[in-house]
């Protein structure tokens, strides 16, 4: 949703109490809404952007409403009082979960979410203090000046005012360096850790954040129904959290509003419709709906809320400050060579992937990482930039052995490196693809990110982006999804966000496969260009006219050992190069 559309928003929910006629029925209902929208925006983070699976978001506002409940009921707490205490059990309980959750991948997340879901439900129903399976009553409502707010009109601004509250400011994260953070999880862990991202420590981040929502809405549950117990807070109502967040857009902040409305007024609906037409000898409700939200599904496969922004013309691209002053430029080391690998072994198993490699590159070289498929190509790339670890051997950047200090540090040290296979993020536009690659050259953290304290450093990261896309020949695209360009233009994409780190070393994997002839020119000028700038290349290529006319050194591997070095005129005349890859009859 623009942002000059929020106030209309806000003042046409302003005004539905206030239509003639309408029950406190519709506005009870809109206040359910509501408290769900609040759980479903929190997984929009987490699933929709993360790429986080929880099906156990109602447990934590089981968290929030009962730590109200017993501080209100049993120690006489003003309502309001409780929430910072309900927040902060809750976000100690996201803190504890996650840092065990966080840690599992594919489809050991959800599964161990519905575990602790299933666990907290039970926990809540056998404790003597909350009232085991009765629960909390008698739980005070929310009073303002004096006023109680126990009639749901009264309630209902208090509820759509957090609701709106928490899309700004989920917005105001997505539009940030964290908000990138966050959504390069979805890239995968070695993309986002060539930047300088520390994949755990977000997802910990997004987790917490999203259980924080949810406890705020179970705060407001607890209010609001005066009474708790553990079934609201079970894994059935987490699975319909879920539903909430796919159904109305998994990448959608505004599209949590709209699937929670869906879910919430399809269940009501289908509760006072179906016994009427078929009768109340079976529950053919629970059928109905599971039916109804499958056919949703298969029409709207990406969600409501971007069929339904579709019918809007969209809004123009965000201008680019140009004029922003620049980030700071990294100091150069004086070492020489920039890297240098001595014997360099990995083995997997009983299968040696690189067998005592040794090479160097000198600063302001570029140097080439040659040989067959399997050579062990990728995998020297890998060992150089720490997404695998050595055997035995070393590698030293600038004069400081890097093996093991994770690639985390190593990125920050100033190598930048692209991929064989492109690791962009297809949804996001080329400028935030590449101003991922500026992520360590910013500092603005989380809070910073939520209530648009970023806005400085945002503009001076983006015009950092804006530089290198233009600096590759790819400015008219820059608005464009990365997801949207040829095979080839996203490579050079890879290469503007390596580049966006200020590298003092810029490891390209394969750099000029899928190019046309003319991009492949104007790659090589580029390389050179940044060989008289004082960066250090290596690159794996298989088009040995692009590498015969651009690099000062050659690095031959077959089968992971190293066969032949030397400049390229040597090169093209060695025996054992001839054999094992360039052909011997050529």
Same mark, same amino acid.
């Given at each position: 949703?623009?942002?000059?559309?929020?106030?209309?928003?806000?003042?046409?929910?302003?005004?539905?109490?206030?239509?003639?006629?309408?029950?406190?029925?519709?506005?009870?209902?809109?206040?359910?809404?509501?408290?769900?929208?609040?759980?479903?925006?929190?997984?929009?983070?987490?699933?929709?952007?993360?790429?986080?699976?929880?099906?156990?978001?109602?447990?934590?506002?089981?968290?929030?409403?009962?730590?109200?409940?017993?501080?209100?009921?049993?120690?006489?707490?003003?309502?309001?009082?409780?929430?910072?205490?309900?927040?902060?059990?809750?976000?100690?309980?996201?803190?504890?979960?996650?840092?065990?959750?966080?840690?599992?991948?594919?489809?050991?997340?959800?599964?161990?979410?519905?575990?602790?879901?299933?666990?907290?439900?039970?926990?809540?129903?056998?404790?003597?203090?909350?009232?085991?399976?009765?629960?909390?009553?008698?739980?005070?409502?929310?009073?303002?000046?004096?006023?109680?707010?126990?009639?749901?009109?009264?309630?209902?601004?208090?509820?759509?005012?957090?609701?709106?509250?928490?899309?700004?400011?989920?917005?105001?994260?997505?539009?940030?360096?964290?908000?990138?953070?966050?959504?390069?999880?979805?890239?995968?862990?070695?993309?986002?850790?060539?930047?300088?991202?520390?994949?755990?420590?977000?997802?910990?981040?997004?987790?917490?954040?999203?259980?924080?929502?949810?406890?705020?809405?179970?705060?407001?549950?607890?209010?609001?129904?005066?009474?708790?117990?553990?079934?609201?807070?079970?894994?059935?109502?987490?699975?319909?959290? @879920?539903?909430?967040? /796919?159904? %109305?857009? !998994?990448?959608? $902040?505004?599209?949590? &509003?709209?699937?929670? #409305? +869906?879910?919430?007024?399809?269940?009501?609906?289908?509760?006072?419709?179906?016994?009427?037409?078929?009768?109340?000898?079976?529950? @053919?409700?629970?059928? /109905?709906? %599971?039916? !109804?939200?499958? $056919?949703?599904?298969? &029409?709207?496969?990406? #969600? +409501?809320?971007?069929?339904?922004?579709?019918?809007?013309?969209?809004?123009?691209?965000?201008?680019?400050?140009?004029?922003?002053?620049?980030?700071?430029?990294?100091?150069?080391? !004086?070492?020489?060579?920039?890297?240098?690998?001595?014997?360099?072994?990995?083995?997997?198993?009983?299968?040696?992937?690189?067998?005592?490699?040794?090479?160097?590159?000198?600063?302001?070289?570029?140097?080439?990482?040659?040989?067959?498929?399997?050579?062990?190509?990728?995998?020297?790339?890998?060992?150089?930039?720490?997404?695998?670890?050595?055997?035995?051997?070393?590698?030293?950047?600038?004069?400081?052995?890097?093996?093991?200090?994770?690639?985390?540090?190593?990125?920050?040290?100033?190598?930048?490196?692209?991929?064989?296979?492109?690791?962009?993020?297809?949804?996001?536009?080329?400028?935030?693809?590449?101003?991922?690659?500026?992520?360590?050259?910013?500092?603005?953290?989380?809070?910073?990110?939520?209530?648009?304290?970023?806005?400085?450093?945002?503009?001076?990261?983006?015009?950092?982006?804006?530089?290198?896309?233009?600096?590759?020949?790819?400015?008219?695209?820059?608005?464009?999804?990365?997801?949207?360009?040829?095979?080839?233009?996203?490579?050079?994409?890879?290469?503007?966000?390596?580049?966006?780190?200020?590298?003092?070393?810029?490891?390209?994997?394969?750099?000029?496969?899928?190019?046309?002839?003319?991009?492949?020119?104007?790659?090589?000028?580029?390389?050179?260009?940044?060989?008289?700038?004082?960066?250090?290349?290596?690159?794996?290529?298989?088009?040995?006219?692009?590498?015969?006319?651009?690099?000062?050194?050659?690095?031959?591997?077959?089968?992971?050992?190293?066969?032949?070095?030397?400049?390229?005129?040597?090169?093209?005349?060695?025996?054992?190069?001839?054999?094992?890859?360039?052909?011997?009859?050529?």
């Amino acid at each position: 949703m623009r942002r000059a559309a929020i106030p209309l928003f806000a003042l046409v929910l302003a005004l539905v109490p206030l239509i003639p006629g309408i029950s406190s029925f519709w506005i009870t209902l809109l206040d359910n809404i509501g408290l769900a929208a609040l759980v479903a925006m929190g997984l929009v983070l987490l699933t929709g952007v993360g790429g986080l699976t929880s099906f156990g978001q109602a447990a934590f506002c089981g968290f929030a409403a009962y730590t109200s409940a017993v501080l209100t009921t049993q120690y006489g707490f003003n309502p309001w009082a409780t929430l910072p205490f309900a927040l902060a059990v809750t976000g100690l309980a996201a803190v504890i979960l996650g840092l065990v959750t966080v840690r599992l991948s594919g489809h050991f997340l959800p599964l161990g979410t519905i575990c602790w879901g299933f666990s907290l439900y039970y926990v809540f129903a056998n404790i003597e203090m909350l009232g085991r399976h009765d629960g909390i009553s008698g739980i005070p409502p929310l009073s303002l000046f004096g006023y109680s707010l126990i009639d749901p009109r009264a309630v209902y601004y208090v509820i759509w005012a957090f609701v709106i509250a928490a899309a700004l400011i989920t917005a105001n994260l997505l539009d940030s360096r964290e908000g990138r953070a966050i959504r390069a999880l979805r890239g995968g862990r070695v993309a986002a850790e060539a930047f300088g991202i520390n994949p755990a420590w977000v997802k910990l981040k997004v987790f917490v954040y999203a259980a924080l929502l949810a406890g705020l809405s179970g705060w407001l549950y607890a209010h609001v129904q005066r009474a708790v117990n553990p079934t609201p807070f079970g894994i059935n109502p987490g699975i319909e959290y @879920l539903f909430m967040a /796919v159904l %109305g857009g !998994a990448g959608q $902040v505004w599209g949590a &509003v709209i699937g929670a #409305g +869906l879910v919430v007024m399809l269940k009501d609906a289908l509760q006072r419709i179906v016994p009427v037409v078929f009768g109340t000898s079976f529950p @053919l409700e629970t059928v /109905v709906y %599971g039916v !109804a939200l499958i $056919v949703i599904l298969q &029409v709207a496969r990406e #969600g +409501l809320w971007p069929r339904l922004a579709a019918l809007v013309p969209p809004a123009p691209p965000p201008d680019v400050d140009l004029a922003a002053e620049p980030l700071p430029v990294r100091t150069r080391s !004086a070492a020489t060579p920039i890297l240098s690998l001595d014997r360099a072994r990995k083995a997997f198993g009983g299968l040696v992937a690189v067998n005592d490699v040794s090479f160097a590159v000198e600063r302001g070289d570029i140097v080439a990482l040659i040989g067959p498929n399997g050579a062990g190509k990728s995998t020297t790339f890998n060992l150089i930039t720490g997404v695998l670890g050595l055997t035995s051997g070393s590698v030293t950047f600038a004069g400081q052995k890097i093996a093991g200090i994770g690639p985390q540090a190593i990125a920050s040290l100033g190598i930048a490196r692209s991929f064989q296979h492109v690791k962009l993020l297809p949804e996001m536009s080329v400028l935030d693809n590449v101003a991922l690659g500026a992520h360590l050259r910013g500092s603005q953290g989380f809070l910073a990110g939520l209530f648009r304290l970023d806005r400085a450093e945002e503009r001076r990261l983006k015009a950092e982006a804006a530089r290198q896309i233009a600096r590759v020949g790819l400015a008219e695209h820059m608005h464009k999804p990365a997801g949207s360009l040829a095979l080839g233009q996203q490579r050079i994409v890879e290469i503007a966000r390596a580049l966006a780190l200020d590298p003092e070393l810029l490891l390209l994997d394969e750099p000029a496969a899928g190019l046309r002839h003319f991009e492949k020119t104007a790659l090589a000028d580029l390389l050179r260009q940044l060989k008289g700038e004082g960066v250090s290349v290596l690159l794996v290529e298989h088009d040995m006219g692009f590498v015969m006319n651009l690099t000062d050194h050659i690095v031959v591997l077959d089968f992971g050992t190293r066969i032949a070095e030397g400049p390229p005129a040597i090169i093209k005349k060695d025996p054992a190069v001839l054999a094992a890859y360039l052909g011997a009859a050529e």
